[in-house]
């Protein structure tokens, strides 16, 4: 089993449309992240959480929420999705104190609006 | 943030040392040099990181350069399975999310 875990893999909603993604982490780590890719881009930061009660936002936060369930669980809100955020999402965790301090990705979540 | 330079592309030949380079001319002194890759359809993992020595471990080698404004990572002898976009980016002492640039799409020719 995945150490980061991302549902759902593939999603196709219309604009709009609620949507939740949701990670979910079994490393035992403190900070998770959300970030989203673009075709031919790098990954761009949406929100960060450095633990359960530290919520951060990245460098393109707008149009999105998230929430920290738990240590184990992130999830990365759409409150009303367009088309401009068909994009490939990634959740990833981290834990400094421990080895490099590297980051985890999940497998990544393809969302595509209609 | 400290910016990274890397080409948008690069080629190797299967089974030859590939050169990845990276330029950060503005980095300072606090900032570590860390590589990450990511394969096809698959999450960025992580590769290697250094500070100011240069780097080895099971996956590749990170040279840099003594005045640290450039590194370059190296892959000893290219698979297939190292094709993949390679990204550099400067990161604090891990109190601060990565920020990814557009990285170098490797190419490996079999």
């Known amino acids: 089993d995945a150490d980061v875990t991302q549902t759902p893999r593939n999603r196709i909603t219309k604009t709009g449309k609620r949507i939740m993604l949701e990670c979910s982490q079994t490393k035992g780590h403190d900070r998770m992240y959300w970030y989203r890719q673009d075709p031919g881009l790098g990954l761009r930061l949406i929100y960060y959480s450095f633990d359960v009660k530290d919520i951060n936002k990245g460098e393109i936060s707008d149009g999105y929420s998230v929430s920290r369930q738990a240590q184990a669980k992130f999830s990365l809100s759409l409150e009303s999705a367009i088309p401009n955020q068909t994009a490939l999402y990634f959740c990833?965790?981290?834990?400094?104190?421990?080895?490099?301090?590297?980051?985890?990705f999940g497998e990544g979540s393809r969302l595509t609006v209609l | 943030d400290a910016k990274t330079t890397q080409p948008n592309s690069m080629e190797s030949n299967e089974e030859e040392p590939v050169h990845l380079p990276c330029n950060h001319s503005?980095?300072?002194?606090?900032?570590?040099i860390h590589w990450y890759r990511q394969l096809p359809s698959q999450g960025p993992e992580y590769v290697i990181h250094g500070l100011t020595s240069n780097v080895n471990n099971r996956m590749a080698s990170l040279a840099i350069a003594e005045d640290r404004k450039s590194s370059t990572l190296i892959l000893h002898r290219a698979t297939l399975r190292d094709a993949a976009v390679y990204y550099c980016i400067l990161r604090d002492r891990g109190n601060t999310p990565l920020v990814f640039g557009k990285g170098t799409r490797l190419s490996v020719i079999a």
């Open positions: 990833a965790t981290s834990d400094p104190t421990r080895g490099t301090g590297e980051l985890f």
């Open positions: 503005t980095i300072s002194g606090t900032d570590y």
